[in-house]
């Protein structure tokens, strides 16, 4: 929790853990007993080598890598700790079965990139497996935890879910220590397929596609403002609204959530939700 004072607040994370703020601060007054002691020792090696793997190894990748270093310690141990640092991959709540029942059962998430003339542009999607909707959405230059977080945001921000699954790669993005936090806070439950494997985030990789066959292999973009605002005019004026989806009794995500008696948790199309939560309505659309 010290580590991360900068990120979170202490109340908030003890919350999260179920522990008190009185009794946090009480323990770091004690002194360290000599197995706590290596433990923090090894906790820090620990840190180190996931972040060296990119946020991919596991605790047996990690026993190994420590065994190289000359660190030799039990598997069981490493993964005690790397449960509490929070870095181990969620299990895989999925199994490649993207089938849902109503909405808010099961969201997919991924990133891609976009060429520009002046650099990637990174675009970080939430989408509910039920309606193929694109429910949250972030674009940044970079590939910080940040843009999955903006992403998880905005679709916990429209839905206000009371018990979904999230299912993802195990990017480092998504097995970060902000990004479990953040689930935990919200109420999300983390799921991740495999290393390496399309398959197991398949419904995610079908949007890409489309994404791709639609709109990015037809335009080039001079800037990354241009494609952010293809990107949104792509999502918000067209896919989720209007675009036809064979999955879908070929009706758009929009039109088929609202065909099937679901209540609209959404903000109205073209809305945009900035980073504080704030819902902006088009002036036409208020007046109206």
């Not at 522990?19 to 906790?43: C, I, Q």
């Not at 700790?81 to 991924?110: C, E, N, S």
């Not at 990017?171 to 983390?190: D, H, M």
């Not at 758009?252 to 109205?268: A, C, F, K, L, Q």
């Amino acid at each position: 929790m010290t580590a991360h004072q900068a990120l979170h607040r202490v109340t908030t994370m003890c919350r999260v853990l179920g522990v008190s703020p009185s009794g946090y601060y009480a323990w770091r007054k004690r002194p360290l007993a000599t197995r706590t002691r290596a433990d923090v020792e090894l906790t820090a090696h620990i840190d180190a080598i996931h972040r060296a793997s990119r946020g991919t190894y596991g605790a047996p990748r990690v026993h190994a890598e420590l065994a190289v270093l000359g660190i030799h310690v039990g598997r069981k141990r490493v993964a005690r700790l790397m449960r509490a640092l929070g870095v181990w991959p969620a299990p895989d709540l999925v199994a490649r079965d993207f089938a849902a029942a109503g909405p808010d059962r099961l969201w997919v998430a991924d990133i891609t990139y976009i060429p520009t003339w002046a650099g990637f542009l990174y675009l970080a999607v939430v989408v509910d497996a039920w309606s193929r909707r694109v429910i949250g959405w972030a674009m940044e230059s970079h590939l910080r935890t940040e843009l999955v977080l903006a992403a998880l945001d905005m679709a916990v921000e429209q839905r206000r879910p009371t018990d979904v699954i999230h299912h993802s790669d195990q990017g480092c993005q998504y097995t970060s220590i902000a990004f479990g936090l953040r689930c935990r806070e919200a109420g999300v439950r983390p799921s991740m397929g495999s290393v390496g494997d399309a398959y197991d985030n398949a419904l995610c990789e079908s949007f890409f596609a489309t994404l791709e066959c639609e709109l990015l292999d037809r335009e080039r973009f001079r800037t990354q403002a241009d494609a952010r605002l293809a990107i949104f005019d792509f999502i918000e004026g067209w896919y989720n609204p209007r675009r036809r989806h064979s999955a879908l009794d070929y009706l758009s995500p929009m039109i088929y959530e609202r065909s099937r008696g679901t209540s609209d948790r959404t903000v109205p199309s073209g809305s945009t939700i900035d980073t504080g939560g704030a819902i902006s309505v088009p002036l036409l659309e208020r007046v109206q």
